[in-house]
């Protein structure tokens, strides 16, 4: 614990606080004190002097010597019936140099009284005068030492300011605890969030969510939620932009030469009524249909609308299986359900945490690239999924034994607009699929490619939430 920490300077100004509380009660404490120990006296000088009344004698030297020392006193008077009586004497070793009458003494005199008395060392001789218990005389008067009073006095103060200490220390180490776990715990998990943010805008499990009981931290953790989630949509934004715009050229140049082979053939539909227009029919459409489709795909990668990864537990092999018939269909629809064959090898009770929406979509992605791969070369293939887990990850295989990814699409593999090797293709379905990965703060890699076919790797965290 330091002192530049926020449970260093509590507890520094938890000790500052309670030593000057103690400070401005010590002066009234003592001065009770010092009250006491006068009052005590006159007791004890009372009780003395009554023990000599009732034997109606005069006592030894000695024994009046020995009840004036137990007494703590030099002389004791007491005023009976309106007679003033010396009972107990002794010889002053100086003269009286100040008279207190405890009957009359306001609590300011009291005070100026404790601190005249703290303040001078030199050893004085009082008179005090006070009431006599249970009404055994009108008053009573000593004369004492003020010597051994202010050593007491001064015992006194030392034993309540060590005490003091000891409550300011047992004080500040309860308060650190309890700001540990109140205050510092949630600003610490709150800037733990901070820093993984930082580190990976683009993991969505990085994203705060509020549970502090208190009401600002809480607020505090609802305004870093929003703002993540706001920096991250504006983050994706700002990074499909900019790749949207360096594919603007490419997309229009391609966009171009397509609708103008759809401009030729509508205007050869306008102005001839040959039979050969029935032949161009088609190609027209087909043309303007790749037109549409390109920019459909285009604006829709530009929105960057990737909703937060909605987390549950399922069980993996029957969304694979929906995946495989899936793609079935689309193979026998294409005409190559023939030559692609699925082989599942995924353990009948492997469960794991995820978006199972968002997982359908990147494995279909994966599914149909290798699907198309294989179908491209017109000779039969084989598709593999498989999955398994660890202590730390879950792991979905995904490969083929198709023709492999040429070395322009493997240095451009997760980049939209580039990595995509299927004529008409916009190399955006392995983009998609690895930011729907990564919002999962999991990882998606190619494991190889050859002319052996293609594997890639899937790993989720089993850890989903880091804190």
């Known amino acids: 614990m330091t002192l530049n920490t926020i449970s260093g300077r509590f507890a520094l100004l938890t000790i500052a606080f309670v030593?000057?509380?103690?400070?401005?009660?010590?002066?009234?404490?003592?001065?009770n004190y010092r009250r006491d120990y006068l009052e005590t006296r006159l007791e004890r000088a009372q009780i003395a002097s009554l023990a000599l009344l009732a034997t109606d004698e005069s006592i030894a030297a000695d024994l009046e010597s020995e009840l004036l020392e137990n007494?703590?006193?030099?002389?004791?008077?007491?005023?009976?019936?309106?007679?003033r009586q010396l009972v107990l004497s002794s010889p002053l070793p100086q003269p009286i140099s100040a008279t207190y009458d405890l009957r009359e003494t306001t609590y300011g005199d009291s005070v100026r009284q404790t601190l005249r008395d703290l303040i001078h060392d030199k050893a004085e001789v009082i008179r005090v005068i006070g009431q006599p218990v249970r009404q055994a005389g009108q008053l009573i008067e000593i004369t004492m030492n003020t010597a051994p009073m202010r050593e007491e006095m001064i015992e006194f103060a030392v034993r309540m300011l060590a005490l003091s200490a000891a409550f300011s220390v047992l004080t500040a180490?309860?308060?650190?605890?309890?700001?540990?776990?109140?205050?510092?715990?949630?600003?610490?998990?709150?800037?733990?969030?901070?820093?993984a943010y930082a580190a990976s805008p683009g993991d969505m499990r990085t994203i705060i969510t509020?549970?502090?009981?208190?009401?600002?931290?809480?607020?505090?953790?609802?305004?870093?939620?929003?703002?993540?989630?706001?920096?991250?949509?504006?983050?994706?934004?700002?990074?499909?932009?900019?790749?949207?715009?360096?594919?603007?050229a490419k997309i229009s140049h391609d966009l171009r030469n397509v609708l103008a082979t759809g401009q030729i053939l509508a205007d050869r539909l306008e102005s001839s009524a040959d039979p050969a227009v029935r032949r161009a029919a088609p190609k027209l459409v087909g043309a303007i249909s790749r037109a549409v489709n390109l920019c459909e795909t285009t604006l829709?990668?530009?929105?960057?609308?990737?909703?937060?990864?909605?987390?549950?537990?399922?069980?993996?092999?029957?969304?694979?299986?929906?995946?495989?018939?899936?793609?079935?269909?689309?193979?026998?629809?294409?005409?190559?359900?023939g030559a692609v064959d699925f082989v599942i090898d995924m353990p009948a009770g492997l469960r794991i945490r995820a978006d199972r929406e968002q997982l359908y979509r990147v494995l279909s992605n994966l599914a149909r690239n290798a699907r198309q791969a294989i179908a491209a070369t017109r000779r039969p293939g084989t598709i593999e999924m498989s999955g398994a887990e660890d202590e730390t990850h879950w792991c979905i295989r995904v490969g083929d034994t198709g023709p492999g990814l040429p070395q322009k699409a493997r240095d451009h593999l997760f980049e939209p607009f580039t990595?995509?090797?299927?004529?008409?293709?916009?190399?955006?379905?392995?983009?998609?699929?690895?930011?729907?990965?990564?919002?999962?703060?999991?990882?998606?890699?190619?494991v190889r490619s050859d002319d052996a076919g293609t594997e890639f790797l899937i790993c989720l965290p089993r850890d989903i939430c880091p804190f």
């Open 300 to 337: 829709a990668f530009g929105k960057a609308e990737e909703p937060q990864p909605t987390l549950s537990i399922f069980n993996l092999a029957p969304l694979v299986a929906e995946v495989v018939e899936a793609e079935s269909l689309a193979a026998e629809a294409a005409g190559d359900g």
């Open 173 to 195: 180490l309860l308060l650190n605890l309890a700001t540990q776990r109140l205050i510092v715990g949630p600003i610490r998990r709150v800037i733990g969030h901070m820093t």
């Open 71 to 83: 007494a703590g006193v030099y002389n004791v008077v007491l005023r009976r019936n309106d007679v």
């Open 419 to 446: 990595g995509g090797i299927r004529k008409g293709g916009t190399g955006l379905g392995l983009a998609i699929a690895a930011d729907l990965v990564r919002g999962h703060g999991g990882s998606l890699d190619l």
């Open 19 to 31: 030593v000057l509380a103690e400070l401005l009660i010590l002066v009234p404490s003592v001065t």
């Open 210 to 248: 509020p549970s502090a009981r208190m009401g600002e931290v809480r607020a505090a953790e609802t305004a870093l939620a929003e703002m993540q989630r706001t920096v991250t949509a504006s983050l994706k934004q700002r990074e499909r932009l900019a790749q949207l715009g360096q594919a603007v």
